[in-house]
């Protein structure tokens, strides 16, 4: 029974607060002593946590922030080794599980995300319109004047290898890191098998759609400071390029051999077939021509199956464009 100081409304009030969703923020911190305080500052009350994991900073970000901020809601892990990226996430995705958050935003520490965001990312998780969030600098292309134009380049070019990679073909802007994520699905992904560093939210996206995740983009702009990259991209390209391949070719056999075989995996393998026969006998009789022209039969003969496989693998690309995740599976785990 209710006591006599606590009326109907006030009991009904502090259920209402019971249900709120609990939103954790993890930030990855790396040489962002500048501008880490700037951006804890910035946290709403609409967050219940925030964990700042210090990823062995030789900045020493973790001692820094224990000795500037009082937010009873900041807490700092320590990773005893640099892991990059991925693998600070992880271990703040990790605790975040830990504390039975219900949301978790991930935001970088280096001031380039607007932490006043978070309510506007986490929106469509909270409603239930999407398993995972990530924000998207692209869509306004107003904002893009300010954004350098290597960054663009690099961007559009990562997103096209991305959606191949992933299937999420409406999706841009992989690379960002400002992200909330449904702590269901978060809690049933193979956490372990994540890339460890820069190619971690591409990565990401593609265990998203191994389990048919909903993914949706959240229009956002980015800051540009005096901030310095960590992420060199001479040494990363050959390493987004591997990790892009690896998973696409892991993609098309889980969701199209494996765990599915429709018309589309033999529109798929008929179009593989026929352009490598066409484009192999080609080459060999182009090769062994010694300068004669090839006969018209011959020439068709390795022009048609090029030709007639091009338009399998479109049909099939085609297919598998339509056919991405368009409901939210985390109320089913």
Known sequence: MPSHSESPETIDSLKDLARLPRIAVVIPCFRVKQQILTVLSKIGQETTAIYCIDDKCDQGSGEFILANVKDPRVHVIFRPQNGGVGAATITGYRRALEDQCDIIVK???????DPLLIPKISRPVLRGEADYAKGNRFYNLDSLIRMPAIRILGNAVL??????????????????GFTAIDARLAETIPLDLLSQRYFFESDLLFRLSTFKAMVVDVPMDSIYGNEVSNLH???E?????KGHTINFIKRIFYNYFLRDFSMATIVLMLGLGLFTFGFIYGLDKLIHSSGIAAS??????????????????LAFLSYDIANMPSRPISSKL
């Open 107 to 113: 935001l970088d520490g280096d001031g380039q995300m």
């Open 159 to 176: 997103s096209l290898f991305s959606k191949l990679s992933s299937g999420y073909w409406q999706i841009t802007d992989p690379t960002n």
């Open 233 to 235: 991209i001479t040494k």
């Open 237 to 241: 390209t050959f390493s987004f390029l």
């Open 296 to 313: 018209p039969g011959i020439v068709m003969l390795a022009a048609l199956p090029v030709i007639v496989g091009m338009q399998f693998l």
